[in-house]
Protein backbone atom coordinates (compact mmCIF):
# COMPACT_ATOMS: atom_id res chain seq x y z
CA UNK A 1 0.00 0.00 0.00
CA UNK A 2 1.37 3.25 -1.30
CA UNK A 3 0.46 6.75 -0.47
CA UNK A 4 2.07 10.01 -2.09
CA UNK A 5 2.35 13.30 -0.07
CA UNK A 6 3.07 16.38 -2.46
CA UNK A 7 5.59 19.79 -1.24
CA UNK A 8 7.92 20.14 1.00
CA UNK A 9 7.55 19.09 4.21
CA UNK A 10 8.47 21.70 6.94
CA UNK A 11 9.87 19.99 9.98
CA UNK A 12 6.85 20.33 12.57
CA UNK A 13 9.44 20.30 15.37
CA UNK A 14 12.15 22.88 14.46
CA UNK A 15 9.51 25.05 13.36
CA UNK A 16 7.39 26.13 16.42
CA UNK A 17 6.21 29.75 17.37
CA UNK A 18 5.21 31.69 20.60
CA UNK A 19 2.08 33.39 20.74
CA UNK A 20 0.47 34.40 23.48
CA UNK A 21 -3.36 33.17 24.49
CA UNK A 22 -5.53 34.92 28.08
CA UNK A 23 -1.59 36.27 29.08
CA UNK A 24 -0.02 32.74 28.82
CA UNK A 25 2.86 31.71 26.35
CA UNK A 26 1.84 29.03 24.10
CA UNK A 27 3.96 27.46 21.78
CA UNK A 28 2.15 26.22 18.16
CA UNK A 29 2.77 24.61 15.10
CA UNK A 30 4.40 26.85 12.46
CA UNK A 31 2.31 28.04 9.63
CA UNK A 32 3.82 27.08 6.93
CA UNK A 33 3.73 23.55 8.60
CA UNK A 34 0.10 24.24 9.11
CA UNK A 35 -0.68 24.89 5.14
CA UNK A 36 1.28 21.48 4.17
CA UNK A 37 -0.48 19.82 6.93
CA UNK A 38 -4.05 21.13 5.55
CA UNK A 39 -2.90 20.28 1.91
CA UNK A 40 -1.93 16.51 3.03
CA UNK A 41 -4.58 15.61 5.19
CA UNK A 42 -6.81 16.42 1.82
CA UNK A 43 -4.52 14.27 -0.11
CA UNK A 44 -4.83 11.33 1.81
CA UNK A 45 -9.22 12.10 1.76
CA UNK A 46 -8.77 11.65 -1.30
CA UNK A 47 -6.72 8.65 -1.95
CA UNK A 48 -6.69 6.56 1.12
CA UNK A 49 -9.29 3.71 1.80
CA UNK A 50 -11.31 4.00 4.72
CA UNK A 51 -8.87 1.85 7.11
CA UNK A 52 -6.98 2.46 9.67
CA UNK A 53 -3.81 1.02 10.34
CA UNK A 54 -2.99 -1.14 13.74
CA UNK A 55 -0.31 -2.37 12.69
CA UNK A 56 3.06 -2.99 10.07
CA UNK A 57 5.69 -4.80 9.64
CA UNK A 58 7.55 -1.64 8.30
CA UNK A 59 7.24 1.93 6.77
CA UNK A 60 9.28 3.19 4.54
CA UNK A 61 9.84 6.69 3.26
CA UNK A 62 11.08 8.03 -0.09
CA UNK A 63 11.69 11.76 0.39
CA UNK A 64 12.09 14.10 -3.00
CA UNK A 65 13.80 17.19 -1.66
CA UNK A 66 13.24 20.52 -3.49
CA UNK A 67 16.87 21.65 -3.11
CA UNK A 68 19.78 20.63 -1.74
CA UNK A 69 19.45 22.14 1.94
CA UNK A 70 20.28 19.78 4.73
CA UNK A 71 17.25 18.37 5.68
CA UNK A 72 16.86 15.91 9.22
CA UNK A 73 15.01 13.03 7.96
CA UNK A 74 13.65 12.06 11.20
CA UNK A 75 12.01 15.79 11.64
CA UNK A 76 10.37 15.34 8.54
CA UNK A 77 8.61 12.04 8.82
CA UNK A 78 6.99 13.01 12.57
CA UNK A 79 5.13 15.34 10.74
CA UNK A 80 4.44 13.17 8.12
CA UNK A 81 3.15 10.15 11.15
CA UNK A 82 1.51 12.96 12.94
CA UNK A 83 -0.65 13.79 9.70
CA UNK A 84 -1.31 9.98 9.04
CA UNK A 85 -3.07 9.90 12.83
CA UNK A 86 -5.03 12.79 12.24
CA UNK A 87 -6.14 11.45 9.01
CA UNK A 88 -6.94 7.97 10.97
CA UNK A 89 -4.54 6.44 8.21
CA UNK A 90 -2.02 5.21 11.73
CA UNK A 91 -3.91 4.20 15.07
CA UNK A 92 -1.24 6.10 16.84
CA UNK A 93 2.23 6.43 15.27
CA UNK A 94 4.04 4.71 18.63
CA UNK A 95 6.61 1.86 16.82
CA UNK A 96 4.52 -1.31 17.97
CA UNK A 97 1.69 0.31 15.03
CA UNK A 98 4.76 1.19 12.68
CA UNK A 99 7.34 -1.56 12.77
CA UNK A 100 10.91 -1.07 11.13
CA UNK A 101 10.76 2.71 9.92
CA UNK A 102 12.97 3.35 6.48
CA UNK A 103 14.16 6.90 5.31
CA UNK A 104 15.50 7.67 2.22
CA UNK A 105 16.39 11.00 0.65
CA UNK A 106 17.00 12.59 -2.52
CA UNK A 107 16.76 15.16 -4.58
CA UNK A 108 13.78 16.18 -7.03
CA UNK A 109 14.10 16.37 -10.54
CA UNK A 110 12.29 19.77 -10.01
CA UNK A 111 10.47 21.35 -6.75
CA UNK A 112 7.01 20.85 -8.15
CA UNK A 113 8.20 17.10 -7.88
CA UNK A 114 8.98 17.56 -4.14
CA UNK A 115 7.40 15.09 -1.68
CA UNK A 116 7.35 12.15 -0.20
CA UNK A 117 6.06 8.55 -1.33
CA UNK A 118 5.27 6.51 1.93
CA UNK A 119 4.81 2.83 1.74
CA UNK A 120 3.31 0.32 4.07
CA UNK A 121 4.33 -3.03 4.21
CA UNK A 122 3.28 -6.08 6.37
CA UNK A 123 -0.28 -4.16 7.27
CA UNK A 124 -2.97 -5.11 9.72
CA UNK A 125 -6.42 -3.39 9.70
CA UNK A 126 -8.90 -2.02 12.39
Sequence with gaps: ???????RIPSKKNSKRIVT???RPRLLSSKEYLAWERGALLEIRDTWEDKVIIKCKSITYD?????????DLSN?????NDTFVRAGVL????????GDI???????N???DAGV??????????
Excluded at 63 to 71: E, G, I, L, T, Y
Excluded at 117 to 124: A, I, K, M, Q
Design 1 to 7: MQIWLSG
Design 21 to 23: ANG
Design 63 to 71: FMFPCKRKR
Design 76 to 80: AVEGV
Design 91 to 98: KDDNWQIT
Design 102 to 108: ILTGQLA
Design 110 to 112: NKD
Design 117 to 126: LVTFRGVEYE
